[in-house]
Structure formats: C-alpha cells, structure tokens
C-alpha cells in the first residue's frame, strides 16, 4: 500500500524528471541560504542522485543499531562536496537514472520498515537526537521536494 511518503517521493522525483529538460545548461539555482552556493543542473542532479542511496544506508543504520547511534553528515562534509564536483559532468540521463534507481531503493525501504523501526532514533551532530521517520521525512521526502522546487524555479527564471 503506498504510504504518504512514498507519493510525495514519487511525486518530486516526477516533477525533477519533468523540469530537467527545461533548465537551461547555463542556469544556475538561487543561492543557498547558509552557503551562497548556487548550482547548475548537473550540480543538482548529482547531489539528488547521491542522496537517495546515502540517507537510505544511514536510515538502516539508525533501524539496525538505535539507541541514538550517530548518523548523517552536514553540508561541509567533504565526501558530500566531491560526489556533487565528481558527477556533476555525469550525463543528465545517466543521472536521471541514478536518480531512479535511488528513488526505487527508498520505496523498497519504506515498504519493509514498521512502526517500531521508524521509532528507532539516532544522533544527528548538528539537529540531534531523531527517529528513523523524522530522518526520512526531513532528510529524503522533504529534501528530494526542496530540489524539485529548486529546479522549477531555476527553469522558470
């Protein structure tokens, strides 16, 4: 049965899909608000297509171990920095298609996660203590939703 999250997840890598082709090469996205970095498409695409399997690996440690194990990383770390520069030359198809198969782990993860796991937390250094839910929601669902909205607006101005 889909749940919420699973729609909005759909929902957003949709939107993203649909955008894309719109995005002008040269078009670069507003600046960030805690970093000033503005990002062109490959950019984008490049993190969306980092993230999906990352924060998944990073929800099954938080549902594995529990007990407010660390988990994640913030906007500096480095390893996050070099997959965006690394693929951000990447073919936007091939993107895309990372950016599917991500999405197609994120789903098989929600359907195999009940409710005990989603109260499992971790330790974020930065927002602390969360569930496995608070972690996909604000890390996955609402994340991957930021993103459609960046590329709208970027290929909308």
Same mark, same amino acid.
């Not at 090469?25 to 969306?48: F, I, K, M, N, Y």
């Not at 198809?93 to 109260?119: F, I, N, T, Y």
């Given at each position: 049965m889909?749940?919420?999250?699973s729609s909005?997840l ?5 939107r993203?899909?649909?955008?894309v082709p719109?995005?002008?090469d040269?078009?670069r996205?507003?600046? !960030?608000p805690e970093?000033?970095?503005? /990002?062109?498409?490959?950019?984008v695409l490049?993190? +969306?297509?980092e993230i999906l399997?990352? /924060?998944s690996?990073? =929800?099954e440690?938080? +549902?594995? /171990?529990?007990g407010? +194990?660390?988990?994640?990383? =913030?906007k ?5 920095i070099a ?6 030359? =990447?073919?936007?198809a091939e &993107?895309? #298609?990372?950016? !599917?198969?991500g999405?197609?782990?994120? &789903?098989?993860? &929600?359907?195999r &996660? !009940?409710?005990d796991?989603l109260e499992r937390?971790?330790?974020?250094? #930065?927002l602390?203590?969360m569930t496995?839910a608070a972690i996909? !929601?604000?890390? =996955? +669902? ?6 459609a909205e960046q590329l ?5 101005a």
């Amino acid at each position: 049965m889909p749940t919420d999250r699973s729609s909005r997840l759909r929902s957003a890598a949709e939107r993203i899909r649909g955008t894309v082709p719109e995005m002008p090469d040269d078009a670069r996205t507003s600046a !960030d608000p805690e970093t000033g970095e503005q /990002w062109d498409r490959g950019q984008v695409l490049a993190h +969306v297509a980092e993230i999906l399997p990352y /924060w998944s690996e990073q =929800v099954e440690l938080v +549902v594995e /171990w529990g007990g407010g +194990v660390p988990f994640g990383r =913030v906007k500096s770390d480095p390893e996050r920095i070099a997959a965006i520069e690394r693929d951000r030359g =990447v073919d936007t198809a091939e &993107l895309l #298609r990372r950016v !599917d198969q991500g999405l197609q782990r994120v &789903l098989e993860l &929600l359907d195999r &996660l !009940d409710m005990d796991a989603l109260e499992r937390t971790g330790t974020h250094e #930065r927002l602390g203590e969360m569930t496995a839910a608070a972690i996909i !929601d604000r890390f =996955v +669902v609402e994340h991957l939703e930021e993103h459609a909205e960046q590329l709208e607006e970027t290929a909308g101005a």
